[in-house]
């Protein structure tokens, strides 16, 4: 896989070299710098393949007039992943402090620069920062789903309860599972809110391409065609991981025409002139791009577990013997988003955690379906920006006790802008089908 990787990034330099000759100036034929373009877009695209991206977040402007710098500083150090802090200059805390936790799910954190840029205004924020597995020493042991919810448990605790958590996708489950051991064990150290975007908490919920292949495989199955070994070019040399590449192989292929027109715009953009270094197909593909292995143990466990037991959504979840009852949860108010359009976690698989949160009273439960938007849309698009960020803050509102609920401007997708309250039904799925 690397050899196809580093051979096509190769033949994309050779060919925009080449195409660029000076001396073909003199040819008046569109062909070389079509070429050139070629080149240049295949030769970037594999480059960014084996690239962490910097998180690049601009100032952010405050109410004195000033910009204030970001400073990305670690807040916890773990072998397998980081509690991250973005430290706004000059500024002091703010009411609303939010946990991002974000995916492991073959890219790195950065996937959630936007939605960290478009909290920083007004939220102090924390990112689970995961490690790419491949620069993991085999010496440091395991990582699967079980290590992953202790690493949330530790960096809720360490944060306090004055923690408002924001789960995107792959681990709603494990978000939701990490705050019912808390709220058992240690309930001073619960979260005020938990927000739960686009995750499979109930896989069997709404079926998607993601769930079919994973109840069309057997574990011996994907484990014989999926886990490879690093190689010894990096740090975890031996370690048994899934592959970034082989990931990032099934993303594209899931929407394929899709991905492959935005190519050929990009190159005849290029080719006329009216492409630029920072357009909206570089600053998209070059995160979406970046790809992270994931170990061997974390990913088997997580189909296994998740999608094909299911475990969480049957409240089954066990964490070193123990169970983990999500009943439990009681004074933690519980909000689900889902994607209309969401081909990865369709409609129904988030908002199923609402009835498993048993001891959670209805008026601390929330959910909202947003019309017309996709996977990524939900926590990094348009409709982010608009619908979800307001919704999100206004239930963080609420629940720690800032005052009045800050009004919206503009009109909502759903239901006047409202977070629907209470269990998933009949009902309230028809209304969130108006």
């Given amino acids: 896989m690397e050899t196809i990787r580093n051979t096509n990034e190769w033949i994309g330099a050779t060919t925009r070299a080449f195409a660029n000759y000076p001396a073909f100036a003199l040819i008046p034929n569109p062909m070389f710098r079509v070429m050139t373009a070629w080149g240049g877009v295949i030769e970037r695209s594999f480059s960014r393949m084996v690239m962490k991206p910097d998180w ?15 400073y990305v500083e670690p807040e916890l150090q773990r072998p397998f992943g980081d509690l991250v802090r973005f430290r706004v200059a000059r500024r002091n805390p703010l009411p609303r402090k939010v946990l991002l936790v974000a995916p492991m799910s073959g890219h790195y954190a950065t996937l959630l620069r936007s939605t960290v840029t478009s909290l920083l205004p007004d939220c102090d924020v924390y990112v689970t920062d995961w490690h790419n597995a491949r620069d993991i020493p085999v010496s440091k042991g395991k990582f699967d789903i079980e290590d992953y919810t202790a690493y949330l448990v530790e960096f809720i605790r360490h944060l306090g309860p004055d923690t408002n958590v924001i789960a995107v996708c792959q681990p709603a489950p494990l978000a939701l ?3 019912a051991i808390l709220a058992e064990e240690d309930p001073k150290s619960q979260p005020r809110t938990l927000t739960l975007i686009g995750g499979p908490v ?6 998607t391409e993601v769930t079919d292949f994973g109840n069309r495989m057997t574990m011996g199955q994907l484990e014989h065609l999926a886990i490879q070994s690093v190689g010894f070019k990096y740090a975890g040399a031996g370690r048994m991981v899934y592959p970034g590449l082989a990931q990032l192989s099934s993303f594209i292929a899931m929407n394929a025409d899709t991905h492959a027109k935005a190519f050929m715009d990009k190159i005849l953009a290029d080719a006329r002139g009216e492409g630029s270094e920072s357009d909206r ?9 970046a790809v992270m292995d994931m170990t061997a143990e974390f990913y088997l466990s997580t189909v296994e577990r998740i999608f094909k037991n299911l475990e969480i959504a049957q409240n089954r979840f066990t964490v070193n013997g123990k169970t983990v009852d999500i009943g439990k949860i009681t004074d933690v108010a519980v909000m689900t988003v889902e994607g209309a359009n969401d081909d990865i976690s369709a409609p129904g698989q988030c908002v199923a955690a609402l009835a498993l949160c048993t001891g959670v009273p209805d008026g601390k439960k929330f959910q909202h379906l947003e019309a017309d938007a996709g996977h990524y849309g939900i926590f990094a698009g348009k409709s982010w920006r608009l619908n979800i960020r307001p919704l999100v803050l206004d239930f963080i509102d609420e629940n720690i006790g800032i005052g009045q609920r800050r009004r919206r401007s503009g009109p909502s997708a759903v ?11 009949p009902e309230n799925t028809a209304k969130m089908a108006v």
């Fill in 56 to 70: 690049e977040i601009p100032p952010i402007a405050g109410e004195d007039g000033q910009d204030h710098i970001v």
């Fill in 177 to 179: 599972a990490a705050t």
């Fill in 202 to 207: 109930d896989p069997d919920a709404a079926a």
């Fill in 281 to 289: 197909h570089n600053r998209f593909y070059d995160e979406y791009l």
């Fill in 415 to 425: 239901d006047g802008g409202q977070p629907h309250r209470g269990k998933s039904g």
